[in-house]
């Protein structure tokens, strides 16, 4: 049984660069959340995507936007990138039937020079 | 909107010491609480989880915690730590008002036990 996925596994982009990330939920899960870890902190909630729509959001700027595909799997995109934009990014997915608990993948890792 | 604090940002142990993790929420409705677990190296795993009933729960590797609602806590304790429990370790509360499943996390507690 596969877990959450996600790719790629580090990347360096610069100040005002796009980039895009990928995650593909556990197998059976149909609800994926991203979140923010800033070194030091804990996972700050982004956005939640359900049935391919964005269905509630963290405080984040709308730079911060996100796609969900009929295969459940999930892209986090991130526009105008700012130096504080540098954390790890983490996907998590859960079942809508079964919303207890999140599964978290082994995140992305984003360095903006 | 919810907030999660955790009051040490970094406890050292021998092993064999007993530990005991503080982690307070705020928030007026029912939530649902949450440890987990960030091994080095390795991805946040579930430690343990209270949603009703008894509030002492039991999770993982011999941890377990206790809900106080008047208190607005959820401590972590495990009796005896091992080298192996060195790790970071978040509490994470779920408000229930929304009824999705988001989690507020704290900013987490280093622990490191020396053998």
């Known amino acids: 049984d596969a877990g959450v996925t996600q790719s790629p596994t580090h990347l360096i982009k610069t100040r005002g660069q796009q980039v895009t990330l990928r995650c593909s939920p556990k197998s059976g899960h149909d609800t994926v959340s991203w979140y923010q870890q800033a070194l030091g902190q804990g996972p700050q909630f982004i956005f939640q995507?359900?049935?391919?729509?964005?269905?509630q959001r963290g405080n984040f700027p709308d730079r911060f936007s996100g796609h969900q595909f009929p295969n459940y799997s999930s892209e986090l995109n991130v526009n105008a990138l700012l130096l504080g934009d540098s954390a790890l990014y983490l996907c998590?997915?859960?079942?809508?039937?079964?919303?207890?608990?999140?599964?978290f993948g082994p995140g992305t890792r984003l360095t903006v020079l | 909107a919810q907030s999660v604090s955790q009051h040490n940002h970094h406890v050292i142990l021998s092993e064999a010491a007993s530990l005991e993790l503080g982690c307070n929420y705020s928030y007026g409705g029912t939530v649902n609480l949450f440890w987990y677990v960030q091994y080095p190296g390795q991805h946040l795993q579930l430690l343990l989880k209270?949603?009703?009933?008894?509030?002492l729960v039991k999770g993982i590797k011999g941890f377990e915690a206790e809900f106080i609602k008047s208190k607005f806590s959820f401590n972590l304790r495990k009796p005896s730590v091992q080298w192996s429990d060195t790790a970071e370790y978040f509490c994470?509360?779920?408000?229930?008002?929304?009824?999705?499943?988001?989690?507020?996390f704290g900013k987490g507690t280093m622990l490191l036990v020396s053998p």
């Open positions: 998590a997915s859960t079942d809508e039937g079964n919303t207890d608990t999140q599964y």
């Open positions: 209270y949603f009703s009933g008894d509030p």
């Open positions: 995507y359900y049935e391919e729509e964005e269905r």
């Open positions: 994470a509360v779920n408000a229930m008002n929304s009824g999705y499943s988001t989690l507020t």
